[in-house]
């Protein structure tokens, strides 16, 4: 055997680095399903499902076309595993198989790299590791572009992305419309009529092998969180791209309006629903920006939409992934805000509570594994920085439930972004709000037994209560914050005597959810 070739989970496509000059004489793939990335985190059914059902898939596509894979598969018995962790399968297939060398594309996740790393090592086998070029930019790119910077700006690095790959530039080498960033444009909301009959998101129907995994998984992982009854996800590249063209034909036009809102009972309004098999590699991430920009070159979708969107690929999801792969493995212990070890509310696995935004969000992460960026950052991400969550809990959290969940994207967005646990690498403020953003955004508030105009009193909206309560305990941490100042003057205006209410009153809400 000359190479065996590593294919991860989040790896599944056929013009892998990894997989480039493969020999079918010589070579072999090497895929496994493994227990302990199941259960480290209480992965949520439906992400299970994804990744193995896609995992076989692709499997089946190689093989079928004369590839050889050495592919471990788990089945609903736990006695059946022949290993349950990464480097136990490796060593008993490089015993095996004695290849000359072993071949991976950079993997998502720093601690998976680690032990393939480690373990090659001790095997006494050479290891090649290729660059993943999945991505506009590289690891080593991003490290070169943030040298000699006082801060990372996500918008500074945006517009160094755009310039560099003439993306949404005119003749003159300028952006479209004259402005980098249509962001204040992207904030719309649907107002007392709602969003009224929003475009059906294709769907796609468990054929006999992703039947079989949701058989495996509701056996073996019964006790987990989730369900797998309304699993439509795609799980091939193929009906991954109809899913593409579905969002860029039915709802992109529409994206950038109503990005940040949200209302009762709607899963998916105008997102695009691609971010996991775009993050498993199933997806190209430029021939989604390519389709997006020729949406607005063709005049079907306005520049507003096509820009949101093109950010989120091109600025963002870059920008996060550079950020984790250049700060790890020091980043995932930061802590800034000096949290306790207080882990998520009971409600954040089983979605019992009171509080409607609460409910409304996580009944679309218990059905579909999946809630837009608002419910995630403003509503459940919210809530759990004003507790005092800890952010690796709620890293934890969010890489458990989240079928779009990779450890690079996961990390900077949770520890970072939403819990501002990193020290303003990701963000140069934390994303906290009252009750009044919520209310703003959607009408969850209004059939709420709560009030978001209220910090104290039985009627008193949670988050409300907690956001005073966040900025006076944080206190010495804004005060020098520039982008804090308005937050901080609204606190010093607060009564003295309404002030104290009000800590008693978060006291009070803490203790309840700690009990629970």
Known sequence: MRN?????????????????????????????????????????????????????????????????????????????????????????????????????????????????????????????????????????????????????????????????????????????????????????????????????????????????????VNKRFADHPGTTEHFDYPVTAAEAKRSLTDFIKKRLPHFGDYQDAMWTDTSFLYHSRISAVMNMHMIDPAAAVDAAMAAYRSGHASLNSVEGFVRQIVGWREFVRGIYWTKMPQYIDRNSLACDDRDVPQSYWDGKTEMNCIKQSMQNVLDHSYAHHIQRLMVLGLYAQLLGVHPRKFHDWHMAMYADAIDWVSLPNTLGMSQHGDGAVVGTKPYCASGAYVNRMGNYCKSCRFDPKKSTGDEACPITTLYWDFLHRHRDDFKKNNRMVFQMKNLERKNPDELVQILDQADRVKREMDQI
């Open 4 to 216: 065996l070739v590593l294919v991860f989970g989040d790896q599944l496509s056929h013009g892998l680095s990894a997989l480039r000059d493969f020999d079918k004489s010589a070579d072999k793939v090497w895929m496994a399903e493994v227990d302990q990335e199941a259960t480290k985190v209480w992965c949520h059914k439906t992400r299970l499902t994804l990744f193995f059902s896609a995992m076989r898939h692709f499997r089946d596509e190689l093989r079928a076309n004369d590839i050889e894979v050495d592919y471990h598969e788990l089945t609903s018995r736990k006695s059946d595993d022949r290993g349950s962790d990464f480097e136990t399968l490796l060593r008993k297939s490089v015993h095996k198989i004695s290849p000359d060398r072993v071949i991976m594309t950079e993997p998502g996740d720093w601690f998976v790299r680690d032990a393939i790393e480690r373990k090659c090592s001790e095997l006494g086998v050479a290891l090649e590791i290729r660059v993943d070029d999945h991505f506009y930019c590289s690891i080593v790119e991003f490290d070169a572009w943030q040298k000699n910077r006082k801060g990372l700006i996500l918008e500074n690095f945006y517009r160094w992305m755009r310039k560099r790959h003439n993306l949404l530039l005119d003749s003159d080498g300028e952006p479209e419309g004259g402005q980098w960033n249509f962001d204040k444009e992207n904030r719309g909301t649907f107002g007392k009529s709602g969003p009224g009959e929003t475009p059906h998101v294709i769907s796609f129907h468990p054929d006999e092998t992703t039947r079989g995994v949701i058989e495996m």
